[in-house]
Structures are given as C-alpha cells and as structure tokens.
C-alpha cells in the first residue's frame, strides 16, 4: 500500500498559478499511475489529470489541457500539479491517489491522500 500527502494548496487570484504536491510514503510507488481529482463545493469528484508508472504517459481533462501540467519524480516519491492560468471553476479540494491497475488510462484509484484546498478569487 501507499500513504499519500498533498500538499500546495491555498488562495490565489484567477489568472495566477500553483503547484501542488503529493508525497508518497511507499517503497513502491514507481508500480503505480497517480491521478490527481478535485471535488468543487457542492459536486462530486471530478477526474483532472494522470499520469503513468514511469511518467511516460499524461492525460487531462478537457477543462484543464493546457492550464496545468502532471509530473512525477519516482527517485523522490513525488507527483506534481502544476496549475497555471487559474479560473474561479478550478476551486475545490484536490486529491492525489494512486492504482494498481495496468489499465491506461486509469478507470479507478485504490489509494487516496487528505486532499489539499485550492480557492481561485475573482
């Protein structure tokens, strides 16, 4: 299994940025593809981005192609938002979690962290 921290978060004005971050406490973490998925105030959570075991593969929602950017850093047990151009819609508390399934892209996570609340002002 893998514990996952996000962190990054905060309030910031639309059309500023930031970057979130999700710590992994797993030896294993390069086995899994990690998603990060937000749910806004009142709606239920929404798909924003994924990536593969070895960074090889992204993929993003509509919504967010070419606003934000997915990375990951397997020798530091790190997976990265980077989260540009940001609309007063991109408010909600983000997650990251990860999955076992070979599946890409991913269908479902098996691990999820705290979450990490992100409020774009306009």
Sequence with gaps: QVQLVESGGG?????????LSCAASGRTFSNYAVGWLRQPPGKEREFVAAISRSGGSTSYADSVKGRFTISRDNAKNMVYLQMNSLKPEDTAVYYCATTRLQRWPPTGYDYWGQGTQVTVSS
């Design 11 to 19: 309030l910031v004005q639309a059309g500023g940025s930031l970057r």
